[in-house]
């Protein structure tokens, strides 16, 4: 349960659960369920609803914990913003964002391991990670009249 794997990420990081990390949790569980994706700030505005002094850097510093943890991803759009998505780190995938309306789209695509090796050759780099982008236009955004 992803609920259960944010508390331990909490704890492994030496953080406790006190009740804005619980809060903190609850939401990401809920917004799990929904698979919607969020901004920090958004997400900071809802919690101050039921807990007014909520500080923000301990909204981000939990998010920036769990995007590490990699039950969190943090998901690029072509504008330069980003949003993050609970996705519970289960299995590697991309996203594919609309360039119009920020739809977010898991895909289960990614290069082959050889790839990464000859780009590390022709790079000398030890490649220990990769995030790959695509952008694109949704259906919706397609057909709807400009």
């Given at each position: 349960m992803i609920a259960d794997k944010i508390y331990a990420a909490f704890e492994e990081a030496s953080q406790r659960?006190?009740?804005?990390?619980?809060l903190i949790a609850e939401r990401?569980?809920?917004l799990a369920q929904s698979g919607?994706?969020?901004t920090i700030d958004d997400l900071?505005?809802?919690l101050r609803e039921g807990e007014p002094h909520l500080g923000r850097a301990t909204v981000y510093?939990?998010?920036e914990m769990l995007v590490n943890a990699r039950l969190?991803?943090?998901i690029e759009f072509a504008d330069g913003s980003h949003h993050y998505r609970v996705c519970g780190g289960n299995h590697h995938h991309?996203?594919?964002t609309c360039i119009r309306c920020h739809r977010v789209v898991e895909v289960d695509v990614c290069l082959p391991v050889d790839q990464f090796a000859a780009i590390g050759n022709q790079t000398n780099f030890d490649i220990e990670g990769h995030s790959l982008t695509l952008f694109g236009r949704c259906e919706d955004c397609r057909t709807a009249k400009m």
């Open positions: 659960n006190t009740r804005p990390r619980k990401l569980v809920e919607a994706d969020f900071w505005q809802e510093r939990s998010v969190l991803d943090r991309h996203h594919l």
